[in-house]
């Protein structure tokens, strides 16, 4: 069951979600669909002053993912529905998942292409959404968050232009 997290909206008034990429290209669209588990998979990782995660923090992550299908975006609910579609395991065997440098700038690169392709408001809910996986990751299990998560968390939320 999805708890939900300050900044996500109600599943009130949710319309059906388009299982097309909305005309996005593929580079686009996977950019859009690896997002949240690029950042799932960094939150939980250790790093210089941020401790171990263990499996409640996946899980927590997970759910964050999850809780995106009931979000009042068309946007944000088709990109969840791709995620859930894939079983190719892609994401797995990339070894940029955890580089921080690498997964900044591909969220600046998600916020130039929103801007350009998508309404304000699926743009808003994707980037807030997806700055909601990696707050539940730092703050899950006994770890808690620690200073170096709060600033990680900032630059995430920097480079998602939520800052």
Do not use: K
Not at 139 to 162: E, K, N, T, W, Y
């Amino acid at each position: 069951m999805s708890h939900p997290v300050a900044g996500e909206p109600s599943a009130a008034g949710r319309r059906a979600v388009p299982l097309a990429n909305a005309g996005y290209s593929t580079t686009e669209w996977d950019l859009l669909t690896d997002l949240p588990g690029r950042v799932l998979v960094a939150a939980a990782s250790p790093g210089p002053g941020r401790p171990p995660r263990g499996v409640a923090a996946g899980l927590a992550g997970l759910d964050a993912v999850a809780a995106g299908r009931a979000f009042d975006s068309d946007l944000v609910r088709a990109v969840v529905a791709a995620i859930y579609a894939r079983h190719d395991g892609a994401a797995a065997r990339d070894e940029r998942l955890t580089d921080v440098v690498d997964l900044l700038a591909a969220c600046r690169a998600a916020v130039r292409l929103l801007r350009r392709r998508a309404d304000p408001a699926d743009a808003a809910a994707y980037r807030q959404w997806v700055e909601s996986v990696a707050a539940r990751v730092c703050q899950a299990g006994d770890v808690g968050s620690s200073p170096a998560d709060r600033r990680f968390l900032d630059r995430l939320g920097g480079a998602l232009d939520l800052r």
